[in-house]
């Protein structure tokens, strides 16, 4: 009984294994049947150690996640003090205070986090991304911080050692020379030791007829009327030779935005116009409300009053004119009026003098000429000039982007000089080049663009009979 429950058992178990058979009853009335079993047995031993590798490795697997989950925190922990750093770092980079302890804080604070990412690299294989990251940004800091010290050690907490000194060493400095500091000069002012330097230029805008006006002048009254705060003036020519209108703003701002422009046409209308009242050449100047300049076709000078229209004719006795001896590149410009703190000067060439400069000094009283001067300086050798406190700046291009201030005549003591001040310029002429004492700027005419500079003086120096 107990051989056919297991031969019943082993037929459950492997029942694919198992074959169909047939029974017969034997001599003894007692029914039997053979099953035939394959070769092969139930692998009981593998079983079992399967069994036990799998206790095996759940243990294994449990230690692992509970090493995983500690090691998580730690990194949360630690990417935390990282952010932390990281703040730090960048507080001392943006000029933080900070000490040589606060370098050696956060290197030791690097070296636990290197320690550690270490550790959590060779516990997970390198494989973790996560940990990979963490150790690069640790790299990444490790070698700032190393940077700013080196910094540091050349510069900064040298400085700060410094700065103390420095503060007083100031401080005394400034004191000692408050006394020989040069007080600013004023406007109109001569009590300064002639000119030193011009700023970069500065471009205000086009003239208002357009580009097409490349010759011309511009400027500011230095001595506008009572009733009139301010005086700006624009004339471009009509070509490279004629002055036939210009106009007057009552502001700078006006200026700026061409409103409320003052037109005044100096050509007189009807079947047959009048250019009698027409100028000739750059060389204009706008003084007390009345316009400077040389009348056309004529050796004369004009002056224009601006409110009453009417006009003054005076002969510049021996001035050559009609393009004679123009500046270089300049042409009709016979007559070159000048304004500085004394009034009202025309600069021009005589045949006698064989077209050296020559410089007058006007009354502003009865137009007439009051003093002249002779120079040695060939007068189409030079761009530009411009006076100064009696002192005549000439100009010469150096190339299409330069021009030097190089000669000097000083009406005071009849004496030439040689300087060098170089001036930048937008583009290749300038035409007209003025000099207000009322704001120290040069009011330039630059192929058709208003440009000013403000002028730069020598501190004051009295003669040695005056110390």
Known sequence: MMFLLLLLLAAAVVPSLSQNTSGAINNDGICECSVILPDNTFPVARMEYLERTSRQLNLSVQLEISKVKEYTHTVSVYASRLVNLTRRVESI??????????????????????????????????????INKLYKEIENISLTVSKLESYDK??????????????????????????????????????????????????????????????????????????????????????????????????????????????????????????????????????????????????????????????????????????????????????????????????????????NMVISKLNLTSFNVERTWITKQFKPGVSSAFMICGVLYAIRPVNTRMEEIFYTFDTRTSEEGRISIKISKMLELLQSVNYNPSDHKLYVYNDGYEVTYDVIFKPYVPPANQK
Not at 95 to 114: C, H, M, N, P
Not at 325 to 348: K, L
Request: hydrophobic share 35%; charged share 20%; net charge negative.
């Open 93 to 130: 980079e943006t000029g933080a205070s900070y000490t040589q302890l606060d370098f050696e804080l956060l290197k030791l604070e690097i070296r636990e986090l290197v320690s550690l990412t270490t550790q959590l690299k060779v516990t997970l294989n390198g494989s973790n991304t996560v």
């Open 154 to 355: 050349l510069n900064v907490l040298a400085i700060r050692r410094e700065i103390a000194s420095l503060r007083l060493r100031l401080s005394d400095c400034q004191e000692n020379q408050a006394a020989a500091t040069p007080k600013p000069i004023d406007y109109g002012s001569c009590e300064h030791g002639g000119l030193l330097n011009v700023s970069e230029p500065f471009v205000i805008q086009l003239n208002w007829k357009g580009s097409g006006s490349k010759f011309g002048g511009w400027g500011k009254d230095p001595s506008p009327l009572p009733t009139k705060e301010v005086l700006y003036w624009v004339a471009p020519l009509l070509n490279e030779r004629r002055l036939d209108t210009f106009r007057l703003y009552a502001s700078y701002d006006e200026l700026l935005l061409t409103r409320n422009p003052i037109d005044k046409n100096l050509v007189i209308p009807g079947r047959y116009p009048s250019y009698v009242k027409t100028g000739q050449g750059s060389g204009m100047v706008l003084y007390n409300n009345s316009l400077y300049y040389n009348c056309y076709n004529s050796r004369d000078m004009c002056r224009y009053n601006v409110d009453t229209n009417v006009l003054e004719r005076q002969t510049l006795t021996g001035a050559v004119f009609n393009n004679r001896f123009s500046y270089q590149g300049v042409t009709y410009q016979d007559m070159d009026f000048a304004v500085d703190e004394s009034g009202v000067w025309v600069i021009y060439s005589t045949e006698e003098n064989a077209g």
